[in-house]
């Protein structure tokens, strides 16, 4: 009963981002489905808000928490303030995004990149900061997710 609770459920929200611009628009991003796309709308509410799309990073607490005291100055952990949800929901877009995707984007070649450097964990919290900020991007720009040319096909 409860699997078919959950279907049911899955059903109608797929119906409601499809029905929703925006949610159509932000679905355009690879990793990111209907929960993503409608949970986004539903905590970022009014675009405008932000004075730039850095600050939404700050808002859903993906930012690095940052102690400073005389000459003490440590960029530590993300800060975690803001939505938990939120903030889970896009970090298991940016993991989608980094291992599951296999259409070639820039912010993907950044992320596996950037896991090879610092390791898998901190870079999926890192294209989960960027993608909110892109993700907020193109709802104010009203814009589609912009893939970008991989290095093969530009040689070509």
């Given at each position: 009963?409860?699997?078919k609770?959950?279907?049911?459920?899955?059903?109608?929200l797929?119906?409601?981002?499809?029905?929703?611009?925006?949610?159509?628009?932000?679905?355009?991003?690879?990793?990111?489905?209907?929960?993503?796309?409608?949970?986004?709308?539903?905590?970022?509410?009014?675009?405008?808000?932000?004075?730039?799309?850095?600050?939404?990073?700050?808002?859903?607490?993906?930012?690095p928490?940052?102690?400073?005291?005389?000459?003490?100055?440590?960029?530590?952990?993300?800060?975690?303030?803001?939505?938990?949800?939120?903030?889970?929901?896009?970090?298991?877009?940016?993991?989608?995004?980094?291992?599951?995707?296999?259409?070639?984007?820039?912010?993907?070649?950044?992320?596996?990149?950037?896991?090879?450097?610092?390791?898998?964990?901190?870079?999926?919290?890192?294209?989960a900061?960027?993608?909110?900020?892109?993700?907020?991007?193109?709802?104010?720009?009203?814009?589609?997710?912009?893939?970008?040319?991989?290095?093969?096909?530009?040689?070509?």
């Amino acid at each position: 009963m409860m699997r078919k609770q959950k279907a049911l459920i899955d059903r109608r929200l797929g119906q409601m981002a499809r029905k929703d611009d925006v949610c159509k628009r932000l679905m355009t991003v690879s990793g990111v489905g209907p929960i993503v796309s409608l949970l986004f709308k539903a905590t970022i509410d009014d675009p405008n808000r932000f004075k730039d799309s850095k600050a939404v990073a700050a808002h859903l607490g993906l930012t690095p928490r940052i102690y400073q005291s005389g000459e003490i100055d440590r960029s530590g952990p993300v800060s975690k303030c803001g939505d938990k949800m939120m903030r889970h929901a896009l970090f298991e877009a940016a993991n989608m995004h980094l291992r599951r995707s296999r259409k070639w984007s820039v912010l993907r070649a950044w992320g596996v990149k950037l896991a090879k450097r610092i390791g898998a964990r901190k870079a999926c919290v890192a294209v989960a900061r960027k993608l909110a900020i892109i993700m907020h991007r193109m709802w104010v720009d009203e814009t589609d997710f912009r893939f970008g040319q991989s290095p093969a096909a530009q040689a070509a």
